[in-house]
């Protein structure tokens, strides 16, 4: 209940539920001491989807496996098991050449947005969906690394004579806990190309089994030291050109920030890159790998492969100008987003919330139902919860009537 980000998890008559906005970080599975949450991810039946379908390696992958190992021979064992095997990290440097084309296009607007906001972590995007709307259209309309990949695997194969009528089954392995979510309810797609999502942690073992069991490899990794970069906080930006761009990890200081965006006071930055994970993707809750140690193998590999881009640039500056990098709409607000309330109702419903917080004891033990004091001020201010579930208050009252 207390480390949830977003105060969303109640507890009511013993049991934990949400009543709160989720934004799918996974911090509540990733702290719970009982294992009582779990992810719903394509990978809890790994088995079933068998060997045949398409998947799509985050660079986070080639943290997981000690440094000895290469992410080209992590590919392998992936393509061993399942058939086919895509390198994200491609298609992040192609997203960022895609981005510094945009950006150098928003320079010489004269009501160009600034700053930019990076549309790659889901979490934020759901941050910025139900808590501040009004900058949804700072988002940054390039479809990010996993559609680009989805997107340029499905073509491809139409290109290689793959029967249009069959299905062909695209996965994302990844880190993140938010990313089933995105890919059946997308912001800004009609339909997501992509079928589901695998957790690292799900497959590791079975990739594990798989490494070094060829003598030859085919060549599947792609990418430079920038693709791979993209696992840590600040790789993405690291892979656009000369610009004033900003990295923020962790949900708490990426709303701290979003709300200094919201005021206009951050209008010297171009572009902001956040992630929810602190130290970026590395940390997120479908890893096996410590985030620091995670860390230390990407830096090192992205000095080992440089900070180039292994792309032909000619080829991306076209597909972008015939706009296939684009996104379908803008960012919108999902269903469940409240309502905006009218000034006077805001203000009237803020002043109940002042009175009732005035009258708690600010312990924060939790015994309420609800995280903190302020939240459950909050509840009961809007009808959720009831100043008698405060046992401090309770026991006050007792004991003045006695």
């Known amino acids: ?108 607007k004269k009501d160009a947005l600034r700053p930019l906001i990076s549309p790659f972590c889901p979490v934020v995007n759901r941050i910025i969906a139900y808590r501040f709307p009004s900058l949804l259209k700072h988002l940054l309309p390039i479809n990010t690394p996993r559609e680009i990949a989805a997107k340029d695997i499905r073509e491809r194969a139409l290109r290689e004579g793959f029967p249009p009528g069959e299905p062909l089954r695209v996965y994302q392995i990844t880190s993140c806990s938010a990313n089933m979510k995105c890919i059946r309810e997308p ?90 994970c602190l130290e970026g993707c590395v ?28 792309l032909n640039a000619r080829r991306v500056k076209k597909a972008y100008d015939e706009g296939w990098f684009f996104t379908e709409k803008r960012g919108e607000q999902p269903s469940g987003a409240a309502r905006p309330m009218s000034i006077s109702g805001a203000i009237e419903r803020q002043e109940g919330i002042e009175r009732i917080f005035r009258a708690l004891p600010e312990k924060e033990c939790g015994a309420c139902g609800s995280p903190d004091c302020r939240t459950f001020a909050e509840d009961v201010a809007d ?12 026991k006050r009252k007792e004991g003045q009537g006695e």
């Open 283 to 310: 940390a997120g809750p479908l890893t096996i790998t410590d985030r620091y140690e995670a860390k230390r193998i990407l830096q090192r590999q992205v000095s080992l492969f440089g900070q180039g881009k292994r």
């Open 187 to 276: 912001l800004f797609l009609k339909k997501s190309n992509l079928d589901g999502a695998l957790g690292i942690s799900e497959i590791y073992e079975m990739v594990k089994g798989q490494l070094h069991n060829s003598d030859e490899e085919p060549l599947l990794f792609r990418s430079g030291g920038v693709g791979i970069g993209w696992g840590i906080c600040g790789g993405e930006i690291a892979g656009l050109g000369e610009g004033n761009y900003i990295a923020v990890s962790g949900v708490q200081e990426t709303i701290r920030y979003l709300e200094k965006i919201e005021m206009g006071l951050v209008r010297n930055i171009e572009y902001c890159e956040f992630r929810s």
């Open 1 to 108: 209940m207390k480390a949830c980000p977003m105060k969303a998890i109640r507890v009511r008559d013993g049991k934990a539920r949400i009543e709160g906005v989720c934004i799918d970080c996974g911090e509540c599975y990733r702290v719970c001491p009982r294992g009582a949450v779990s992810v719903f991810t394509a990978g809890r039946d790994v088995s079933r989807l068998g060997y045949g379908i398409t998947v799509i390696a985050s660079p986070v992958m080639y943290a997981q496996f000690g440094e000895a190992t290469t992410p080209n021979e992590i590919l392998a064992a992936v393509e061993r098991i399942f058939g086919c095997v895509y390198d994200q990290a491609y298609a992040c440097e192609m997203f960022n050449l895609a981005t510094e084309f945009y950006l150098r296009e928003n320079r010489v």
């Open 383 to 394: 009808g959720r919860s009831d100043l008698e579930r405060c046992v401090f208050l309770k």
